[in-house]
């Protein structure tokens, strides 16, 4: 059985023109946009990277709450007022907003963010184990 998908041709022509000029004609034009991610595993830790060229560290906040890493912020449109004519951008501004679930292994406490040329790393380090307590034997009681 095949899934049935609602076909909505403006989105089709939203990639055809500038959203400035869909916004002209009464149409939604996207405000929002979510950051590409790669996420990696490695013995000591997760390491997010998300793609953000363009967005400075003041614009963006990296929180976590309830399992949940919460990656937003704001790119900043660099048009100037004083540039004539029509301009087609296929870049994307306005706010982010990526939310990833994360592990209950991870020390919240630890994680680190960075950000070095346009893209932002995460580094949500993974909690030492719990230490197994040692056997011991149990002293059988008679009588």
């Known amino acids: 059985m095949s899934n049935l998908v609602r076909w909505n041709p403006f989105e089709e022509f939203g990639s055809l023109v500038p959203r400035e000029w869909l916004a002209r004609f009464g149409f939604p034009a996207e405000t929002a946009w979510s950051p590409r991610c790669d996420v990696t595993e490695r013995d000591d830790a997760f390491v997010v990277h998300a793609e953000l060229p363009g967005v400075e560290a003041k614009d963006m906040e ?4 309830n399992g949940v890493l919460t990656l937003k912020g704001e790119k900043r449109s660099e048009r100037k007022e004083e540039e004539k004519g029509r301009t087609y951008s296929e870049r994307f501004f306005g706010s982010f907003e990526r939310r990833l679930a994360i592990p209950e292994s991870v020390d919240v406490d630890r994680i ?4 070095k040329d346009g893209v932002l790393e995460v580094t949500l380090p993974k909690r030492a184990p719990e230490p197994k307590e040692p056997g011991r034997k149990i002293e059988i009681k008679t009588g």
């Open 112 to 115: 680190e963010a960075k950000l």
């Open 62 to 65: 990296v929180t976590v709450e």
